[in-house]
Nanobody, 120 residues
């Protein structure tokens, strides 16, 4: 079984910064991509940022220039550095992994989510 566990969420004032972390563990054979999605009240879950095994980066237009995704392949970790946070960034942030395990074929895995609240 593969697990993704997020940490680092919390309450921050507008203009502040937070860094989210996600650790993948379990019977991992290959990780093809990792990233972050978020879901705000009344909205659908949306992509925030992803990084592939080839280090190809993809960001939502709303976070470009403010958020930075990074990955530590040796540790099976992915991070999201969030700067210049806005109230519109308030959401539950979910870690995502495109992973092949020893128990199943390549597929999508999700963390439990961590709350990020931007408010003054």
């Amino acid at each position: 079984q593969v697990q993704l566990v997020e940490s680092g969420g919390g309450l921050v004032q507008p203009g502040g910064s937070l860094t989210l972390s996600c650790a993948a563990s379990g019977s991992i054979r290959s990780i093809y991509a990792m990233g972050w999605y978020r879901q705000a009240p009344g909205k659908q879950r949306e992509l925030v940022a992803t990084v592939s095994s080839g280090s190809s980066l993809n960001y939502a237009d709303s976070v470009k220039g403010r958020f930075t995704i990074s990955r530590d392949n040796a540790k099976d970790m992915v991070y999201l550095q969030m700067n210049s946070l806005k109230p519109e960034d308030t959401a539950v942030y979910y870690c995502y992994g495109d992973i092949r395990s020893y128990l199943r074929a390549r597929g999508d895995y999700w963390g439990q989510g961590t709350q990020v609240t931007v408010s003054s």
